[in-house]
Every structure is written in structure tokens, then in C-alpha cells.
């Protein structure tokens, strides 16, 4: 049987470094699950797609083939068969991840191989449904939460290390209505399983939450 550790919350939340430290620690698999949800939504972009019309999405959605696969630990998410990890970074397709993510037929195909790549291997997979509907017999299930400030300064400290302008104030708003968004649709919304441990990082390192992490695999 292979352990799974799923780890949910907003973005900016510090998921995918703190997994990332969880996986080389424990030699588990990391799957970031926002990552087939973006790759998803660049080949929208890529078609053309309305995004403000769901059967379109729903329809296209079949057209995509998504698969993820590893380099050096790292994962890469291939779309069509090409590695898209350096295009799938971007504010375009971060609104556009958020409303293609809404439509059940997306969810449905990404649920799928998620589920799977789970059953395979012992992994730590984040995102924002996956102790709910994904993986709900996770061994360890985690809420992985920041408040809308410290996460917004995260993304900009980023963004500005990588040379892009950016203010602060309009990321902070994006952040805000990503999370209306991600926890009020109809669709697998963001919320706390009833079993999950909340962990908030607005004061503590990622290397505190993993840490934190890790000693509760070893008492769960
Ligand atoms: O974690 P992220 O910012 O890379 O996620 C991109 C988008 O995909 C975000 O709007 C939420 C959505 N998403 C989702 O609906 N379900 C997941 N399991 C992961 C991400």
C-alpha cells in the first residue's frame, strides 16, 4: 500500500514548497495537481477557447492530453506531448486555471490521474480537493492556510525576484478573488476536510511546516 499525504489550502499558502521539502525528506513523489489544472487551462488559451462558456471547455477538455512525468525529482507536466512547466507560471493562465477549473468534465479527467498516480506510489499531492474528493483516504490530510497579506507579499517578493513589476496591492486583489472563487463554486471547492490538520504559515517558515509535517506522519 502506498502512504499518500495530501495537502489542501489557497494559493500562496506555501503548498508546493512545503511538499516539495516532504517528498525529498521522505523520498515520496510530488504531485502538484495545480499544475494539470493550469496545463488544462493553457490549452484553452492555446484554442482559443470562451472561457466564460463552460460546454465549450467541457468539449475541448477531451482534446488535452495531460500526463506529468519526472526529471531529476522534478515534475514536469506534459501537454500534447510537449513539457509546458515554463509556460504554465504566468497571471493569464492563473485566472485562466481558476474558471476552466470550475467545470465538472475538467475535474473529472484530472481526478482520474491524480487518483492514480496516488495508488502507484507513495506520494505527497497538493491542492485544493484533495483530502475532500481526490485522495479522501489520505494517510495524513493537511490545511495549508496564510493570510491574504503574507500570501500576496509572497507572490510579489517572487515575481519582483524574478525581475517582473508588479504591485502589490492588485496581486493582493487577484489572491482575494481567486479564493471566492476556488470556495464558492458549485464543483469540489476549497475547504477543510473534517479530518485535516490546519496548519497556518503567515508565521512560520516552510521549513517549520514541513517539519511540523513530517513528525505527524510519524505519529499519525
Ligand atoms: O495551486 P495553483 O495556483 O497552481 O492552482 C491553479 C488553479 O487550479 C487554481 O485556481 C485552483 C485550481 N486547482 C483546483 O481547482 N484543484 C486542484 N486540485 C488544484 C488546483
Known amino acids: 500500500m502506498s502512504y499518500n499525504i495530501a495537502i489542501d489550502g489557497p494559493a500562496g499558502a506555501g503548498k508546493s ?15 502538484d495537481t495545480g499544475a494539470m489544472y493550469r496545463a488544462m487551462a ?16 467541457a468539449a475541448e477538455c477531451e482534446n488535452a ?4 512525468r519526472y526529471e531529476d525529482g522534478l515534475q514536469c507536466v506534459i501537454l500534447n506531448g510537449v513539457n509546458v512547466n515554463d509556460r504554465i507560471r504566468t497571471e493569464e493562465v492563473s485566472a485562466a486555471a ?5 467545470v465538472p468534465e475538467v475535474r473529472k479527467k484530472l481526478t482520474s490521474l491524480q487518483k492514480k ?25 493537511i490545511f495549508l492556510t ?40 458549485a464543483e469540489a471547492p476549497l475547504k477543510q476536510a473534517e479530518d485535516a490538520v490546519l496548519i497556518d504559515t503567515s508565521h512560520m517558515s516552510a521549513e517549520e511546516a514541513a ?10
Open 17 to 31: 514548497t512545503v511538499a516539495k521539502l516532504i517528498a525529498a525528506r521522505k523520498g515520496y513523489i510530488y504531485v
Open 42 to 57: 493553457l490549452h484553452m488559451l492555446e484554442k482559443g477557447i470562451d472561457l466564460t462558456k463552460a460546454e465549450d471547455i
Open 65 to 68: 492530453d495531460i500526463s506529468i
Open 98 to 102: 481558476s474558471r476552466t477549473s470550475v
Open 117 to 141: 498516480l496516488a495508488e502507484e506510489q507513495d506520494v505527497v499531492m497538493d491542492g485544493r480537493d484533495i483530502g475532500t474528493k481526490v485522495l479522501p483516504n489520505a494517510d495524513l490530510k
Open 146 to 185: 496564510a493570510g491574504a497579506e503574507t500570501r500576496a507579499k509572497r507572490r510579489f517578493d517572487e515575481l519582483t525576484a524574478k525581475g517582473e513589476v508588479c504591485d502589490l496591492q492588485a496581486i493582493q486583489r487577484d489572491i482575494e478573488d481567486r479564493d471566492m472563487r476556488d470556495m464558492t463554486r
Open 211 to 220: 517539519e511540523e509535517i513530517i513528525r505527524l506522519t510519524e505519529t499519525a
